[in-house]
């Protein structure tokens, strides 16, 4: 199934600008519909909306075919479906700031879950080094010790699509 970019920020601004449904919202951003009534319900929001029609994910008319009907539903246009599939093959693209920070965590993740990777695999998985990757699997870099493990699909550092085809070339080689 393919999501807009930003779910919960487009979410909100179909929420303030449009008559849709939260059932129609979440199946459109990828959000259950309990998600889409908390943000909604939230006084202040700290996100700011992302207008699907400007960034081109959806048209007015699609969107205005499905306030008239609440049981249509809203799609993705094709170009945007199109330009996922490619950027997915590659990796994910641009990695936020916040997200930067948390690189050593998804490496550590990585190498507690998936061992049989290699440091090289793991290294252009997570756009990092061979000597970082090697020394946070040997336990010796410097910041070690503060490194909090996060799960890097989770923060978005690489596509769930890239993990599983470094797994099976590790265990091809492996065998």
Not at 37 to 57: H, R, T
Request: with cysteine.
């Amino acid at each position: 199934m393919n999501y807009p970019y930003m779910p919960k920020s487009t979410a909100l601004w179909l929420i303030e600008n449009t008559a849709l449904t939260f059932e129609q919202i979440g199946e459109f951003c990828g959000l259950h519909e309990l998600e889409v009534k908390n943000i909604a319900d939230a006084e202040s929001n700290k996100m700011q909306g992302l207008n699907p029609i400007i960034n081109g994910q959806v048209s007015r008319e699609d969107i205005e075919r499905c306030e008239a009907d609440p049981n249509a539903r809203l799609v993705l246009r094709d170009a945007i479906i199109e330009a996922q599939k490619k950027q997915n093959k590659k990796g994910v693209g641009y990695t936020p700031k916040l997200h930067r920070q948390n690189r050593l965590g998804g490496i550590l993740w990585i190498l507690k879950n998936y061992p049989e990777l290699s440091d090289g695999q793991v290294a252009r998985l997570m756009r990092s080094t061979n000597p970082t990757v090697k020394s946070i699997r040997e336990k010796t870099h410097k910041s070690y010790s503060v490194i909090q493990i996060q799960s890097p699909l989770v923060l978005g550092l690489i596509s769930e699509s890239a993990l599983h085809d470094a797994i099976a070339k590790a265990q091809k080689s492996h065998k």
